[in-house]
């Protein structure tokens, strides 16, 4: 079946501006996770899911971040009043249950650019 | 803190050498141990994975022991091939307070034909 699908792949936007990434996890995985990953470092802890609540957002950096999946499938990252410091390789992963032996499936990433 | 170390990239050896990458943890609880890879133009994708002391976990003929006592998980191969060339990450995935995943720096392999 299809894997994890992120959109847009990339995305170039002004510094200010408001920007949305989507993420279409593994048909039936329950788990869906954000990271983020900048050059030439692993990814970075965002938020994750267990069906449509947030279990645990401590990662996301300041209030200018949120995620959302409201009906238990597609999430969306959703930036305000980006800057500089947030351009970075954003992944989606999901995975069938929850738990710490759970196998997570990435996505390809969407590549942000902030000018 | 929780937290991964793995050894600096990047590592250059030919083809049928023998691989070792180190990777340490700092963890509260009982974690699970995986290694990820990263080709060249595709997303990151599960090597191996072991979930509890003295598992190992294998795959393509890499293997990596989970040993509680020295909080490592260090990944090896035989014999690697041009088309092990990548990144590697070493992660592990919190049993306490929740199941967030921390991941390594990542290391990059260069195998030479």
């Known amino acids: 079946g299809a894997g994890v699908s992120q959109t847009p792949s990339n995305k170039v936007t002004e510094k200010g501006k408001y920007v949305e990434l989507r993420c279409d996890p593994i048909s039936g995985h329950t788990a869906l996770y954000w990271y983020r990953q900048s050059l030439g470092q692993g990814p970075e802890f965002l938020i994750y899911?267990?069906?449509?609540?947030?279990?645990?957002d401590s990662g996301l950096p300041n209030d200018r971040f949120f995620a959302v999946r409201p009906e238990g499938s597609v999430s969306t990252l959703k930036i305000q009043r980006t800057e500089r410091g947030d351009s970075a390789v954003y992944l989606c992963?999901?995975?069938f249950g929850l738990g710490s032996q759970e196998t997570q499936y990435f996505g390809p990433g969407t590549r942000l650019l902030v000018l | 803190g929780n937290s991964v170390t793995q050894m600096e990239g990047p590592v250059t050896l030919s083809e049928e050498a023998f691989l070792t990458i180190n990777c340490t943890y700092t963890?509260?609880?009982?974690?699970?141990l995986f290694w990820y890879v990263q080709y060249p133009g595709e997303g990151l994708q599960l090597l191996l994975k072991?979930?509890?002391?003295?598992d190992k976990g294998s795959n393509k003929g890499f293997e990596a022991t989970y040993r509680k006592e020295t909080t490592s998980f260090h990944l090896e191969k035989g014999s690697v091939q041009v088309s092990d060339s990548a990144v590697y990450f070493c992660a592990l995935t919190l049993n306490t307070g929740g199941f967030k995943t921390i991941f390594g720096a990542g290391t990059r392999l260069f195998v030479k034909a």
């Open positions: 992963a999901s995975s």
């Open positions: 963890a509260t609880g009982y974690p699970s």
């Open positions: 072991a979930t509890k002391a003295d």
């Open positions: 899911f267990q069906g449509t609540g947030a279990a645990d």
